[in-house]
């Protein structure tokens, strides 16, 4: 719905009266010009939504929202500034909260920074939430939570045993999550993502996600490095599962999820090894990947059991590693990226 707004002051003081359309958002994307908050930025207004967005620049880039910017309503706003997430949130019902520092090194080295954006951020947005009445929140989790504990593959019912601060922080949010559905009555659901990549995936961070990393790498025919032995292993999962676990996280009956974690995966895992050797012929890299050390904070293997997410979402995977890892080459090569030779 549209409203147009004259204000009062403008009106008196006599100028040309200033009209001001504001659009009734329904959906608040926190995060929204990072690489999954744009990609639910998009899914939501292709489905016809009114889609408010906010982002402060830290990691996210306004390039990823350019060509639907004018289609939703963008405030540059920090989580960290409770006055901007009220105003966010006003209007709003439903909130994707997905603005983050998401970077295990980084927390490595900032535990202080990481906090801040991971957890009194959270809290802020909650705050916000429950304060203006927003139907449901659902939270940007990490399958970091589930640490080094042997078991595979990793279920919601698993103690979380986090190793890093950036693990501990995500943690600590999904608990912020669940205790403002039992003291506040607010719907949240969170969903454990496990190792997310896809077109808009920031490449050019050292911090960057290992697939959006190497892609670039062995595009510009530059050796890639694969810390440890290359037989750690990840449930690589293709951002349009991750879309779609939000969009359904939004309508499941609270019954069903409200309160509640969810695995968010495809129930596979990739060697790093299998991922090196299976961007090769998508790159046009001819050389061997350079090994190096172990990277502090990492765990080892992570694989998700998805049962929970199919029984209570409704959730299916719909595009597999081999077919993600090919649109998101194709998406790199597409944005002028040098081929190897
Ligand atoms: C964690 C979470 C993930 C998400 C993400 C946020 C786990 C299992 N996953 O991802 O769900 O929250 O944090 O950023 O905790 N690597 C190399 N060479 C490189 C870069 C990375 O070998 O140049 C390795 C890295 O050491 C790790 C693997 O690739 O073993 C994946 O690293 P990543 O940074 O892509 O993601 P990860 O697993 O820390």
Redesign the pocket.
């Known amino acids: 719905m549209k409203v147009t707004v004259v204000t009062a002051a403008q009106s008196q003081a006599g100028h040309r009266s200033v009209i001001i359309e504001c659009i009734m958002a329904k959906y608040l994307v926190t995060g929204a010009a990072g690489f999954i908050g744009s990609s639910l930025v998009r899914a939501l207004l292709e489905r016809g939504e009114q889609v408010r967005g906010i982002d402060n620049f830290s990691t996210g880039k306004r390039e990823n929202l350019t060509e639907v910017l004018h289609r939703m309503d963008f405030r540059e706003a920090d989580i960290l500034d409770l006055d901007a997430m009220h105003q966010a949130c006003d209007g709003v019902d439903y909130v994707l909260h997905q603005a983050?520092i998401?970077?295990?090194?980084k927390s490595v080295i900032d535990p202080l920074g990481s906090n801040r954006a991971n957890v009194d951020g959270t809290v802020n947005v909650l705050i916000a939430a429950r304060d203006a009445k927003v139907k449901r929140v659902v939270y940007a989790a990490?399958?970091?939570a589930?640490g080094d504990t042997p078991t595979l593959p990793k279920h919601e019912a698993m103690s979380p045993n986090p190793i890093?601060p950036?693990?501990v922080a995500?943690l600590a949010s999904e608990l912020y999550m669940v205790s403002f559905y039992r003291c506040y009555g607010l719907e949240t659901v969170c969903l454990?993502?496990?190792?997310?990549?896809g077109p808009r995936q920031d490449p050019s961070s050292?911090?960057?996600?290992?697939?959006?990393?190497?892609s670039m790498?062995m595009l510009r025919g530059e050796q890639?490095?694969?810390?440890?032995d290359?037989e750690?292993s990840?449930?690589f999962t293709f951002i349009d599962n991750a879309v779609s676990a939000n969009l359904l996280a939004c309508v499941a009956p609270a019954a069903e999820c409200a309160g509640r974690v969810f695995n968010c995966a495809t129930g596979r895992r990739i060697t790093?090894n299998e991922t090196f050797a299976a961007l090769k012929p998508l790159t046009g890299y001819k050389g061997a990947a350079k090994y190096?050390p172990?990277?502090s904070?990492?765990?080892?293997h992570?694989l998700a059991d998805i049962t929970l997410a199919q029984k209570h979402l409704g959730y299916k995977v719909l595009v597999n590693f081999e077919d993600g890892l090919r649109r998101t080459v194709e998406w790199y090569k597409s944005q002028g990226q040098p081929v190897a030779v």
């Open positions: 983050a998401p970077s295990v090194p990490s399958s970091s589930y890093s950036y693990a995500k454990r993502y496990f190792n997310i990549f050292p911090y960057s996600g290992v697939l959006a990393k190497f790498q890639p490095t694969i810390f440890g290359g750690t990840r449930d790093l190096g172990e990277r904070g990492d765990i080892k992570s």
